[in-house]
């Protein structure tokens, strides 16, 4: 790709699109700013990475609109635009190609079940066990050694890495994406506590459902519903290592990042973030666009849209950093107390 | 299954159970209350659920003895007993069908090392491999591309399901359930430091032991012991993302909910119950029937049965509700301070 | 092996190794103290277990150079050595056969792309399926159902046991060991936020580079660089479920224990320590020797090598300890005030 054409690519997008040195290098690949080499285009959207303009070998580098070109490297064009970031992830897409997962076509190894429908153009990779009745879309393609047990069903254009299992019944959208070591549809964790302190299995008969555009990271776990489905809404994105418990329901746009925690019967928002390692009490509600940090516990329900919660047990934000400063001032608030008790002792004297 | 046929199951396990309304509807599935229907069951057990009772549609709703039937749906029966909670657990139970894992027999993909001894009704899956002189138990079976290394032995009616790992040596009693991802027998995390700051291997050579009747959830990490056995009683209940290190043992009915980490040769007591996220340092011992609340840090041993720990540092419940509210009260206690610093100033000028 | 021969292999590493008892038993396992029986070897590194010096079957114990000997069980032989734990691991190495992981060569079942170098003596388990252009080095043992996709490098000696997935483009090292559910190289989790609320995938372009002599637990999940490699040092030890997210740098020697998060882009020093359930925020830097409790919350960076840090945030020990003794002295400050506030009282009315 030229360096003229990206500027007129990202015209397509953004108002005041500027290029300052030449246009007709031609750029195979982006890169980091401090790895760049000649034909290579990297970005500039954090101030700290702006020293690297006067010493880069990138062909190209994406900057801000208000940046300074007093002191850019010889041989180095500069593109300035409103939103450099998005831009430069405008231009990853164009270099990126779709990842090999499987070969087009069925493999040989694969074994299908019984009244299996499948679209057109399905890739399904080796060793792949896709139970009778299944369902798979147009475009879809299911990695080596991945199962499908019965009843499956996968929409279009979804990828299916190698190794994940899907349990009976699981329901998944188009143009999803889940990574290796995934496991949809395990049993819920319920159990009834019997008189004599053992545990009797409640049956897990319900299923998951997983709406379009979601992407699921490696080695996720997600339980299926003991009655009804465990609904993950779509668009959402979930991190690697993160358990959603029987009866989750996930609002739409929601990312939950990794090893976070969701107990059973919890309800999320649209468009919550939840932070790294946080955890859920079962059977509690988070309203819309709610912000939850890393590690905090969330042990009660939340109704009011847009707040930020953090700590543990969770509160929004301002209490928290409130008592978190109270907390970094308990030395100074104890030796005012012991201030207090001589300055009393000498009155008393007194 | 008719509505009075119902009645008298249950008449084998309560001493008094009431049929308001017809018995004779068959009942062919049940569901959540808000959203059964006609030839559907369900069960009211929280009382903010009641107000269902006018309008569902359900042919059956279980409820406890004392709630009034002055307000029901029409067409709707009910049955009163003591605890409607188990016994709509009890019905489930009758409904639920045995999960298909694999087909029954020996699947022709499977690998099937030298002296395997196979009980009656084995089912193994799809490109299972099993190794040299396993021994799998009468009516047990192994889900798809499941490996089970040398020596493994598993005990009767179990099912591992597909995609599960089992070192060598590893031994699993009966009645066992085991969900997809789970990996058992990984060498522990045993590294003897050297003076380079290098790390020297402690080779890991023992083993780990699964009790009967355990159920042990998805991608469950549990690690074989240095000498020895990790031990895992019976009756236990691991839910998904569980660390379990090398020598840990793990009473009898314990119970451990999602991401709990068990550090190595910790052993836990029996019916105990360990929440979500816990933690545990490594070399102690929990007494029976102690309760550790979600996200504990667990940092030395406590030999008192049946208390309930919670924090990090965890110590005994009425003691860190004490300290959390006492954080709690931190605001009033540095206003009360400011207070008496001005009434100081006042008397001492006094 | 004989206990003289014991003795005359700990001389090779200790100045000071002192035999008492026969030397002529053969030793033919090592065990736990409490467990040993005749013909096995154990060891007493902690003063808690000297007691079982009196009474232990063990043929032959090892303890430091300055245990009494004046109580030693009948039949038992006793060698004090300077660092009796190290000798005693050394000694499990000599005692350790290398684990079976598959037979070798080629196995009939296993899938091999095109252009694939493989070394001498590589084995390949069954069902493995190794993409088009991988490197495999001599002896490298690769487990049952491992999924090696395309332009895969593993060095040599190095065991990849079974059901784990190396994205394409991965580089592993040589004598390095990952055991089962792992996932090496799944997409980092990075998208760019729409003006609807939507996200946009940001392609991951990057690969995983794994030193040499690392060693990686059991359904860890190691993701690729958005651009870049994601990059874990030489004899790194990496326990169970960790998660090392996009872009992330962990120097040579460090060691994290299960359950830590790591957030994207951050860099580990050489030689750290990081406690289990440890997280950490993204684009931070630790130096180099820096321990991590166990659950902290890393949310900066830390410059000082060797220092360590606890608590959520985290701080350097010395001033964590004191927030926390501060915390415990709560309830006396809060009956000091209120004396304080008696006192006032009584002063005011004088």
Redesign the interface.
């Known amino acids: 790709m030229l360096i003229r054409e990206i500027r007129d690519y990202f015209g397509g997008f953004f108002g005041n699109v500027e290029l300052h040195g030449s246009g007709d290098t031609f750029i195979s690949a ?3 700013i401090e ?1 760049a080499q000649t034909g290579q285009v990297s970005f500039i959207a954090n101030e700290k990475y702006l020293r690297f303009l006067a010493s880069t070998t990138a062909s190209l580098v994406i900057v801000g609109n208000q940046v300074s070109l007093d002191n850019v490297a010889p041989g180095t064009s500069v593109i300035r635009v409103g939103d450099p ?2 831009a430069f ?1 405008l231009l ?2 164009k ?2 190609r779709p ?3 499987a070969e087009p076509g069925i493999a040989s ?1 694969a ?1 299908i079940g019984r009244d299996v429908r499948m679209g057109n153009n399905v890739s399904i ?3 792949v ?1 896709v ?1 009778d009745r299944c369902v798979i879309g147009d475009n879809t393609v299911i ?3 991945s ?1 499908l ?2 009843d499956v069903s996968v929409g279009s254009d979804t990828v299916i ?3 994940i ?1 899907c ?2 019944g699981t329901v998944i959208g188009s143009r999803v ?1 889940i ?5 949809i549809g ?2 819920g ?1 319920g ?2 506590p019997q008189k004599d ?7 897990q ?1 319900g299923i998951v459902e997983i709406g379009d ?1 979601t ?1 699921i ?3 996720v ?1 997600i ?1 299926r519903a ?3 489905s465990t609904v993950i809404g779509k ?1 959402v ?1 979930i ?3 993160v ?1 959603i ?1 029987h009866n989750c329901r996930i609002g739409d ?1 929601t ?1 939950i ?3 976070a ?1 969701i ?1 059973g019967s919890v309800t999320l928002g ?2 919550c973030m939840i932070g ?2 946080a ?1 859920f ?1 079962g059977h509690l509600e988070l309203a819309d666009r709610i912000n939850v940090a ?2 905090a ?1 969330i042990s009660k329900s939340f109704s009011d849209q847009g707040i930020s919660l953090r700590g ?1 047990p969770a509160q929004p934000m301002r209490e928290q950093l ?2 978190e400063a ?6 100074s ?2 030796d ?2 012991g201030m ?2 001589s ?2 002792a000498q ?2 004297t007194r």
Do not use: C, W
């Open positions: 982006p890169a980091k790895e970031y998005t992830m990853l897409q270099f990126s990842r090999h997962v190894t074994r990779g080796e060793y066990v139970g990695g080596h050694h199962v047990l019965r890495n190698a190794l299992s349990y009976e994406i990574h290796s070591g995934t496991v395990a049993d964790f159990f009834a302190g053992s545990y009797l299995k409640i049956p008969m555009d992407e990271g490696a080695n776990t339980d003991t009655m009804g668009g994105k991190d690697n290592l358990q418990a746009y990312v990042a990794a090893q925690g107990s649209r468009f790294g390692q955890g009490a890393a590690k516990g543990y409130r008592l109270l907390q970094r001032s308990l030395g608030m104890k005012r107390i207090l008790e300055e009393m009155l008393k």
